[in-house]
């Protein structure tokens, strides 16, 4: 089970003991590191605790909870904000909150909310599973292309994406070499799955160390090189799993 270490800012110290009740019963997998009434302290130790989850209240004397955001947003963590006001909630999911609870907390909500950010950690763990296999040498580092002057052997992340063409398949290096090859995109990605690659659309495989951007409206991805590459519908929540971002 994945531990979620925890802060929570609320003004209100009774609503501080009512969520860290809750969430000792229904949430075994949040660890709470700490709490705090104060938000301008809270932001200081937030920097220094570097949690996985933030459970923030919205209107708070001196500082109000985006105002706080606001300091906090280059760090990596899941938000969930809890607050006694419903008025909020568009404003608080354009800082991409998890979720927004609105006091009295229920509890089914509690629990659906903390999943949230449980599955969010979830990838973080795969892609580190796939770091160690990779250095224990369970993976390989290059792939092998024939051609007609013997075997070329390309390093994994020098490929940028590939493209399905025909019965064929075309590699695009980062040195903007192009190798194309007598294999469909299936018999690639076979060879691929298991590394840092993720089949996007039925044309594309791509190179997830290679992505500079995703538009999620557009369902497009800009590569480091530059070119676009369409994400296909349903494999959006995919792409987005495998970083553990948005």
């Not at 006001?85 to 999911?93: E, G, H, P, S």
């Not at 763990?125 to 013997?150: D, F, S, T």
């Not at 495989?205 to 538009?215: A, D, G, H, M, P």
């Amino acid at each position: 089970m994945i531990t979620l270490k925890t802060i929570i800012v609320d003004d209100e110290p009774d609503s501080i003991e009512l969520l860290k009740i809750e969430l000792t019963t229904h949430c075994p997998q949040v660890a709470v590191a700490g709490t705090y009434t104060n938000s301008t302290k809270a932001v200081n130790d937030i920097e220094k605790l570097q949690p996985d989850l933030l459970f923030l209240d919205i209107e708070m004397p001196g500082m109000n909870g985006f105002e706080m955001l606001e300091k906090i947003l280059h760090l990596n963590f899941s938000i969930i904000f809890i607050t006694a006001y419903n008025q909020y909630a568009l404003k608080a999911f354009r800082f991409n909150a998890l979720d927004y609870l609105v006091k009295p907390i229920d509890s089914i909500d509690l629990i659906e909310a903390v999943a949230k950010a449980e599955k969010k950690m979830k990838p973080t763990a795969a892609q580190l599973n796939l770091v160690q296999r990779q250095l224990r040498g369970e993976l390989p580092n290059k792939i092998a292309i024939q051609g007609n002057n013997g075997i070329t052997f390309i390093d994994l992340n020098e490929i940028v994406y590939v493209e399905a063409s025909n019965n064929y398949s075309r590699l695009l290096l980062t040195d903007k070499k192009l190798f194309t090859i007598s294999k469909t995109l299936k018999d690639v990605q076979e060879v691929l799955e298991e590394s840092h690659f993720l089949r996007v659309h039925r044309q594309y495989i791509i190179n997830l160390n290679r992505v500079k951007q995703f538009s999620r409206n557009e369902g497009i991805l800009t590569m480091d090189n530059g070119d676009h590459i369409p994400v296909a519908r349903n494999q959006k929540e995919r792409l987005v799993e495998k970083y553990g971002w948005l």
